[in-house]
């Protein structure tokens, strides 16, 4: 019998994005932590309280898991940053891109300078692609 497709998150917001890279850099931590994590190099200090409130909300939403056997209890990506990422992107390259992954290649690299690094990877990627596509 199939596994029904695992439902994902809805997409994060700003915020939520913020304290998910938190969680991605330094792992699971209590409110404390995120809070501490988060306000570092910030000009505008977030409080205990709005930090709680978003996990909660993020919680409720699918974007965090939280481990309540534990005080104080435990905050987690639910999805890796590479997921979210893949998410975020998909949903970009749908709306702002008629599912175009080569008009999205093309616009990212003509706004910005790209390194020959980059560009060999990219090349190589799309090198990649095409023998799988024949």
């Known amino acids: 019998m199939r596994r029904a497709k695992e439902r994902l998150p809805p ?6 994005l913020a304290i998910l890279s938190v969680l991605w850099r330094h792992g ?5 932590e995120v809070l501490n994590r988060y ?3 910030r000009a505008g200090a977030a409080g205990y309280t709005t930090i709680l409130k978003m996990l909660q909300i993020m919680s409720d939403k699918g974007l965090v898991e939280r481990d309540d056997s534990r005080r ?7 999805l890796s940053e590479e997921q979210t990422q893949q998410q975020l992107l998909s949903n970009l390259l749908d709306k702002a891109f008629g599912g175009s992954a080569k008009k999205l290649v ?5 706004g910005r300078e790209a390194s020959e690094k980059e560009l060999s990877q990219i090349e190589s990627i799309l090198d990649r692609l095409e023998g799988s596509a024949e």
Do not use: F, H, I, K
């Open 39 to 41: 306000n570092e190099g």
């Open 28 to 32: 699971p931590g209590s409110v404390r």
């Open 72 to 78: 104080p209890q435990v905050y987690s990506a639910r």
């Open 11 to 16: 997409r994060p917001t700003d915020v939520e």
């Open 106 to 110: 093309l616009q990212a690299l003509a």
